[in-house]
T-cell receptor, first 114, second 114 residues
Framework: EPEVTQTPSHQVTQMGQEVILRCVPISNHLYFYWYRQILGQKVEFLVS????????KSEIFDDQFSVERPDGSNFTLKIRSTKLEDSAMYFCAEGTGTRMDTQYFGPGTRLTVL | KNQVEQSPQSLIILEGKNCTLQCNYTVSPFSNLRWYKQDTGRGPVSLTI?????NTKSNGRYTATLDADTKQSSLHITASQLSDSASYICVVSTFSGGYNKLIFGAGTRLAVHP
């Protein structure tokens, strides 16, 4: 099965700092997603991205979050001013956007905010 | 409110034994139901995807069932192996605005012992 890659695998940052999490898609998929999973909790949807625009975002995805495809290939999630509660695993996923879309998840980035 | 509930929360079985995991959901509008396997520290990997018209779907030793009337699903694992140790997540998809929105259960953590 194709693998989405994410970097870094683990990011430690101080509260208030900016972090950028990166995702390298597999190939020709057009739909991209970010999810987060706080330790011991459910995976939660953050945002979906299609054609270089946000198509939908959850209430978690507030003004401190942003997404973009800076070079047409990589897909990034930026957290402008991290809070302690942002500590979580962040997964990117990609897919075709169809109803039966098998969203391919990356291995995740573990973000630790101190 | 859209919700996906899973049981049991955790399960320990001996290698070679079978097990069944349960999922109940209240999601509307319903598009499809997925089961994902998530190894520790990794992203979820899709096992099966079923629409409301499908009652059962198999993927090797994994067999998922769906009862759209009672809004229940199960995942049956046959002849378990040590590598089956993972979290199994039931995910229900709604389809609106042209994309899939995934709603995750909390998962069942399965441990297969020799």
């Amino acid at each position: 099965e194709p693998e989405v890659t994410q970097t870094p695998s683990h990011q430690v940052t101080q509260m208030g700092q900016e972090v950028i999490l990166r995702c390298v898609p597999i190939s020709n998929h057009l739909y991209f997603y970010w999810y987060r999973q706080i330790l011991g909790q459910k995976v939660e949807f953050l945002v979906s991205f299609y054609n270089n625009e946000i198509s939908e975002k959850s209430e978690i995805f507030d003004d401190q979050f942003s997404v973009e495809r800076p070079d047409g290939s990589n897909f990034t999630l930026k957290i402008r001013s991290t809070k302690l509660e942002d500590s979580a695993m962040y997964f990117c996923a990609e897919g075709t956007g169809t109803r039966m879309d098998t969203q391919y998840f990356g291995p995740g980035t573990r973000l630790t905010v101190l | 409110k859209n919700q996906v509930e899973q049981s049991p929360q955790s399960l320990i079985i001996l290698e070679g034994k079978n097990c069944t995991l349960q999922c109940n959901y209240t999601v509307s509008p319903f598009s499809n139901l997925r089961w994902y396997k998530q190894d520790t520290g990794r992203g979820p990997v899709s096992l099966t995807i079923m629409t409301f018209s499908e009652n059962t779907k198999s993927n090797g030793r994994y067999t998922a069932t769906l009862d759209a009337d009672t809004k229940q699903s199960s995942l049956h694992i046959t002849a378990s192996q040590l590598s089956d140790s993972a979290s199994y997540i039931c995910v229900v998809s709604t389809f609106s605005g042209g994309y899939n929105k995934l709603i995750f259960g909390a998962g069942t953590r399965l441990a297969v012992h020799p």
